[in-house]
């Protein structure tokens, strides 16, 4: 076989690298069918949230005969004060509060601190340990809770926050695994430069690495709230004590104080959910952006 030519050496070596194209990059058929199934896709998620705002806004009779109906004949705007007084939702807000913001600040620091670790430290073994730190997320949390919860009642922390909050302080292994492949990323340089200037581990990742991880840190405190706030297994094992009880539990026996009063139901429901939708609503392209930030290297 003949030696390619100069010239044909020339047209590859400046030949433009092949980019990725996305779904509506091609014709305008296929564009209008990659948004037709958004919408159509939009439309199957939005619409039981949307179903339990008009509920909640639903007179009992109207309930019966709204059917699948998105728009109430009668405004019932009463029923999120009456389903707010029906029970002490302050009390219940301020534990979901507490079991919810300490366990964020809690897994931020930790996983961010091991993330570093595992990313910048070069240690023996480092690697079989972060293997066995992804590996315990293949362990379901029904295989957990029993020793966790013969350890708690021998700590006689039962019907308290505790068995909660105090678990974050030791890490989550995914937002670890989030940490390390984003620190993976930043310049090597930068670690160096401040070894240099006479700083230590900690100071580096306090001082150098946590500011710029900025988009990691939304994204792991926002997916950390949502899963906390709406934590109704944790609580319903260690929780039986009305003082303590966080707002997942109070809706699962609002019914039993209630009956089958619908409208009010909806009406605390969306109550409690509107801090997640907000947060998310306000915080996705910074989840998106810590994700696949994080993810590619």
């Not at 310049?187 to 710029?212: C, H, K, M, N």
């Amino acid at each position: 076989m003949s030696a390619p030519s100069k010239e044909t050496s020339r047209a590859r070596a400046g030949r433009a690298p092949r980019t990725r194209r996305s779904p509506t990059d091609g014709t305008p058929a296929a564009r209008y069918a990659a948004v037709a199934v958004l919408v159509v896709g939009s439309v199957v998620f939005v619409y039981p949230f949307l179903w339990m705002i008009a509920t909640a806004l639903r007179t009992p009779e109207g309930v019966s005969s709204g059917g699948i109906a998105l728009w109430p004949v009668q405004w019932q705007w009463s029923n999120f004060s009456s389903g707010l007084n029906s029970f002490p939702f302050l009390r219940y807000f301020r534990n979901s509060l507490l079991s919810t913001l300490v366990p964020v600040a809690a897994v931020v620091y930790s996983s961010s601190l091991v993330g570093f670790a595992f990313a910048r430290i070069r240690a023996r073994g480092s690697n079989v340990l972060f293997g066995i730190v992804l590996a315990t997320l293949l362990l379901p949390q029904e295989v957990t809770i029993v020793p966790q919860f013969i350890l708690f009642k021998n700590l006689d922390m039962m019907n308290t926050l505790w068995p909660i909050i105090v678990p974050t302080f030791f890490g989550s292994a995914f937002f670890i695994f989030l940490f390390r492949q984003f620190y993976l990323r930043l310049p090597e340089s930068l670690t160096d430069a401040a070894i240099l200037d006479g700083a230590g581990w900690f100071r580096i990742w306090w001082s150098v690495y946590l500011p710029l991880s900025r988009p990691v840190l939304i994204a792991t405190a926002v997916l950390q709230f949502m899963s906390y706030w709406n934590n109704f297994f944790q609580a319903a094992i260690y929780i039986t004590d009305d003082k303590w009880k966080t707002l997942p539990l109070a809706l699962a026996g609002f019914q039993s104080v209630n009956g089958t009063n619908t409208p009010l139901l909806m009406a605390t429901t969306v109550v409690v959910t509107l801090p997640c939708v907000l947060i998310f609503f306000f915080a996705q392209r910074h989840i998106i952006g810590g994700i696949s930030f994080s993810g590619n290297k």
